[in-house]
């Protein structure tokens, strides 16, 4: 799909092709991560990105094609898609069943709100002199699956009941984004806060299982 999407814009030259990539290219960092980061990704799904951004810089290099990388860490929120973590957790408590929680479930992410995300799209579309540039698109706090669950159970107003897997391989335990080059190129400041972003993800999910659950 992204060969053909740049393809299509070879042959119909466009002003700035972005490219939405991921956290998962960087594999297991420790400490803030920037773009110069080494890449070794964990899953396929981190390669199958970094192979994305690989034939982007192709592209570009060939046929000058005007391309900007985004690498946007754990994004959720509002319409997120429901293998996704927050949105299993929420659905099951909804439910009144067991949230199942991976490892120690001390693996802490870098949470970026999708309204950050897309306002990090939206100056990136916009900005000038980011052409060929890589990009961090991180949210406003981290935090641990446990720390997110205490979020969930105080939006709720009741305990969840947690049943603890095996651990998940291709995962790096931790995430964090260093976005001081999108704060200098894009002037991209997260707004949103984790206790808040959960909160408008439990309205949008309480709305849609309505009846269903």
Known sequence: ???????????????????????????????????????VPLSPYGVSKLSGEHLCRVY????????????????????????????????????????????????????????????????????????????????KERASVLQCVSLLEEAFGSPAHIEFAGPVSGEPHSTWADISKARRLLGYDPKVSLREGLRREIADLRDLYTGLL
């Open 1 to 39: 799909m992204t060969q053909s999407l740049l393809e299509a814009c070879r042959k119909h030259p466009v002003r700035k092709f972005i490219y939405g990539s991921t956290s998962s290219v960087y594999g297991e960092k420790t400490g803030k991560v920037s773009e110069d980061a080494e890449v």
């Open 60 to 139: 570009q290099l060939n046929d000058a094609l005007p391309v900007a990388i985004l690498r946007f860490f754990t994004v959720y929120g509002p319409r997120q898609r429901p293998d996704m973590a927050f949105h299993r957790f929420i659905r099951r408590i909804l439910a009144r069943e067991p949230i199942p929680v991976f490892g120690n479930g001390e693996q802490s992410r870098d949470f970026t709100f999708v309204e950050d995300c897309v306002a990090g799209i939206a100056a990136a579309a916009y900005a000038d002199g980011i052409l060929g540039e890589t990009i961090n698109i991180g949210g």
